[in-house]
């Protein structure tokens, strides 16, 4: 494919949490979404037989799988490393992972423990997650000089790998070669910058919500642009703040940019997954060589296709279906500086 040397086993390493999610699409009835001065709130009575529409299950699910997934599609050798157990939840994740030819040999089973599995309540296309993040004997694998990747995608870890956290940075202090896309996730946001300050400093790519940009800078949620040079100076390269919608903003140091969201008249179904699959397929564009303000035009269609499917996978696009859809809209659609 040449996007690394032949001796290379892989293109990318996706680093993370896995689970299997199930996802239930709540019925209107007796279920109720309600805003207040605190937030928005999801409302069931307590006690009651609540109707769902559909459910589905996604065998290899969290932001670790969900990016390797879209990373294969777009055609790239992926492996993943992460913990899992051996039962059968961790065995039917390890066939889905097979299926969507994703190397599992850095994937660690840790037999005391249970194969991780969230829940994921759909309504009105936003959802709430149940989740849990089992405590795993974490430790960065030994890779050999084959198994060093290009480019490492991190993301989403629980709350017991701060001293995983730690091997993978001593890791890339030894091999600065490696290219980091970091996602970070809920968990890894709250112990705040500083306990992860190296791993944001070895970032080629920061990508975050504006809720976690906003956390991550003590800045203003309601204006994303003004997160950008405060998310720069933690020590990425490239930053990218996503919104909702699939749009985004984006800058490099000497360039910010503004990314729309992929032109869509039909309303989403379910968002889960979205956001992984911007930043990964961003990262996907990256490692093929593409310049950074081209990569930002692949991204919001994978965020767009994934929006429209329940679960978090089902949307995910091979290249030839994301060229399509970017040459439906032709130079219509664009990212423009800011």
Known sequence: MGFVTPAQRYDVISVGDVATDLFIRLSDGPVQRRVDERGTWLELPLGAKIPYEKATTVEAGGSAANAAVALARLGLRVALASFLAHDELGRDLLSALHTECIDTRLVHVDSPAHTNRNFVLSFHGERTLLVRHEQFDYHWPHLRPSEVPSWLYLTSLGLSALDYQEKIADWLDENPAVRVVFQPGTFQVEEGVERLARLYEHAEVLVCGRAQAAAMTDGRFDDPAELL??????????????????????????????????????????????????????????????????????????????????????????????????????????????
Not at 245 to 267: H, K, Q
Not at 294 to 308: G, K, T, Y
């Open 229 to 338: 040079d405060p998310l720069l100076k933690l020590g990425p390269r490239q930053v990218v703040v996503l919104d909702e919608t699939g749009g985004a903003v984006a800058a490099d140091g000497a360039n910010r940019y503004l990314v729309p969201p992929f032109p869509d008249s039909s309303a989403p179904l379910d968002r889960t997954g979205a956001e992984d699959a911007f930043a990964a397929t961003l990262a996907a564009a990256l490692i093929r060589g593409m310049p950074f303000a081209e990569a930002l035009r692949w991204s919001p269609v994978n965020f767009m296709s994934v929006s429209h499917e329940l679960g978090s996978q089902a949307g995910l696009l091979h290249e030839e279906e994301l060229r399509a859809h970017l040459d439906e809209v032709g130079d219509a659609y664009a990212v423009r500086p800011s």
